[in-house]
């Protein structure tokens, strides 16, 4: 199980989206207090450019890129979750079923936290373990993720983080299982990111996450290209930082998830999980073969099912946030 994310970085574009539930096609997760039709997503773009996206829809023009984006990755073999947080009101919209999925990397935001809470508490963190954390935010290294999970408490990590967050969907796993087997929705997801960007953690935490997850490497520390999702649809957004993930083959499918924030004051926040068959062009020695890249056993960096399943990803971020034209 590997996860890991691309690099863009601050720059020509700042996205600003507003989202609002009332008359959205989307399920609502969570409603708030916020009794606007519009659900826009709008740009400003540096004049220099001209392959920054113009964007701009009302709400009935995102509900339907939401769709369409579910209905692109259904075309292709994968079952789509998207959920997308406008923190500034407070609004949130889902796209497909909001169930519990593997969190694969993305259980090292959980790790991260708690190794950080209880150095708030005065327990010792040493200068070693806050490499470790360095290494598993950036650059997502497994190692870090397990010697840190052993040391600090294993489920109960997962178990103090959905505690603290109310995380209603969020289980550890056995104790005898992985971290990366710990389960999760995309509606908690987006909650612990809006804790964690609202001081729902220690001030210093906070800013050691978000400066860590706004530093993301192109490739992992075993060269997986992590440039999936959020990073490839978004050019040179305001202030983005993204946690991925990916494993297979939980149900004998691949799980790659593109989850973070962006905009001026870290103001939207978007998951995306995508469940997508394991899918070999006939070109391709494995096709028909029925074999399965289980990645806590295969290197998937060139596997061409896992390239697959990126584009799907890529391509599902593009259309909801109206990028996909720059393809």
């Known amino acids: ?62 509900s339907d890129r939401i769709d369409s984006a579910v209905a692109l990755a259904a075309d292709r073999r994968a079952r789509l979750t998207v959920a997308v947080l406008d923190r500034e009101t407070g609004a ?78 969020t289980a550890a796993p056995d104790q005898e299982s992985w971290w990366w087997n710990t389960t999760t929705t995309a509606s908690d997801l987006l909650t612990w990111y809006d804790d964690l960007l609202s001081s729902g953690a220690t001030e210093q935490a906070a800013a050691r996450i978000v400066g860590h997850l706004s530093e993301y490497t192109d490739r992992g520390v075993d060269g997986y290209d992590q440039r999936f999702g959020l990073p490839s649809a978004l050019v040179d957004p305001a202030d983005l930082g993204v946690k991925q993930g990916w494993m297979c083959c939980p149900g004998e499918e691949w799980l790659h998830l593109s989850t973070g924030f962006f905009g001026e004051d870290h103001r939207f926040v978007v998951v995306i999980a995508a469940r997508e068959e394991v899918t070999y062009d006939e070109s391709d020695p494995l096709y028909g073969t029925g074999f399965l890249p289980d990645t806590a056993l295969y290197d998937a960096t060139t596997d061409s099912s896992a390239q697959h399943a990126r584009e799907t990803v890529t391509m599902a971020a593009e259309t909801i946030l109206g990028t996909d034209h720059q393809r």
């Open 1 to 62: 199980m590997k996860c890991r994310r691309g690099r863009a970085r601050s720059g020509a574009m700042m996205l600003f989206v507003a989202v609002a539930l009332v008359g959205s096609g989307c399920d609502s997760i969570q409603p708030q207090s916020v009794a606007h039709e519009t659900l826009a997503l709008g740009s400003a773009v540096d004049s220099d450019r001209d392959d920054s996206p113009d964007i701009l829809v009302g709400a009935a023009g995102f």
């Open 92 to 169: 949130r919209v889902l796209g497909g079923a909001d169930e519990p999925f593997e969190t694969a990397s993305t259980v090292k935001l959980f790790i991260a936290e708690e190794v950080l809470r209880q150095q708030a508490l005065q327990e010792s963190v040493s200068d070693d373990d806050h490499e470790l954390i360095r290494a598993m935010l950036r650059s997502s290294d497994d190692s870090a993720a397990t010697v840190l999970w052993e040391a600090y408490g294993g489920p109960e990590i997962v178990e103090e983080v959905a505690e603290r967050h109310a995380l209603t969907g």
